[in-house]
């Protein structure tokens, strides 16, 4: 059974800093894109950051661009991402994803939920 | 980066289609066919309903199908179900290792 535990959420002032991981399981980690999307409190679904299998090609929306760095290590079956500079509109439940095929997910995460207030 | 438009909402009664739109560009819907629709229920992770337009996972129903025109797709649900009442987004490839979701469908079932 495929499964993806997101953790490293939580409480973070402005301009601060959090890690995110992502275990997985049940699944050939290392032969699937992954990616990061996020969802604020009462609104849609965005796309974050997405990883190749081998973790060699990463791709951020411009929302996160050179503030978010999205990593894995597949001797642990886990996905990072890495959020720097936060801000206020960074608040948001954190679901990682496993690719399917051609930019579809077919299985998520429960969600961490990341709060930047002061 | 622009996200989709969808209707806000769509309903409809036990029984019946309903069909959400997903409307884009020619730099996302109108240019791959790369979209996919998620189904949320409140507290839930999204679950993968529609990929590259009309294709369905194993375990999705039949009563859930996928069609684009252009720069627009589309979500029918026929025969709808009590279950079937949950938030609907759809989401493309936008060129250049890009995604983008639409804002979203809350689907009533009357």
């Known amino acids: 059974e495929v499964q993806l535990v997101e953790s490293g959420g939580g409480l973070v002032q402005p301009g601060g800093s959090l890690r995110l991981s992502c275990a997985a399981s049940?699944?050939?980690?290392?032969?699937?894109?992954m990616t990061w999307a996020r969802q604020a409190p009462g609104k849609g679904l965005e796309w974050v950051s997405g990883?190749?299998?081998?973790?060699?090609?990463?791709y951020y929306a411009d929302s996160v661009k050179g503030r978010f760095s999205i990593s894995r290590d597949n001797t642990k079956n886990t996905l990072y991402l890495q959020m720097n500079s936060l801000r206020a509109e960074d608040t948001a439940m954190y679901y990682c994803?496993?690719?399917?095929?051609?930019?579809?997910?077919?299985?998520w995460g429960q969600g961490t939920l990341v709060t930047v207030s002061s | 980066q622009s996200a989709l438009t969808q209707p806000p909402s769509a309903s409809g009664s036990p029984g019946q289609s309903v069909t959400i739109s997903c409307t884009g560009t020619s730099s996302d819907v109108g240019g791959y066919n790369y979209v996919s629709w998620y189904q949320q229920h409140p507290g839930k992770a999204p679950r993968l309903m529609i990929y590259?337009?009309?294709k369905r996972p194993s375990g999705v129903p039949d009563r859930f199908s996928g069609s684009k025109s252009g720069n627009t797709a589309s979500l029918t649900v026929s025969g709808l179900q009590a279950e079937d009442e949950a938030d609907y987004y759809c989401n493309s490839y936008a060129g250049n290792n890009n995604l983008v979701f639409g804002g979203g469908t809350k689907l009533t079932v009357l």
């Open positions: 049940g699944f050939t980690f290392s032969s699937y894109a």
């Open positions: 994803a496993k690719w399917a095929v051609n930019w579809a997910y077919d299985y």
């Open positions: 590259e337009v009309t």
């Open positions: 990883i190749s299998p081998s973790g060699g090609t990463t």
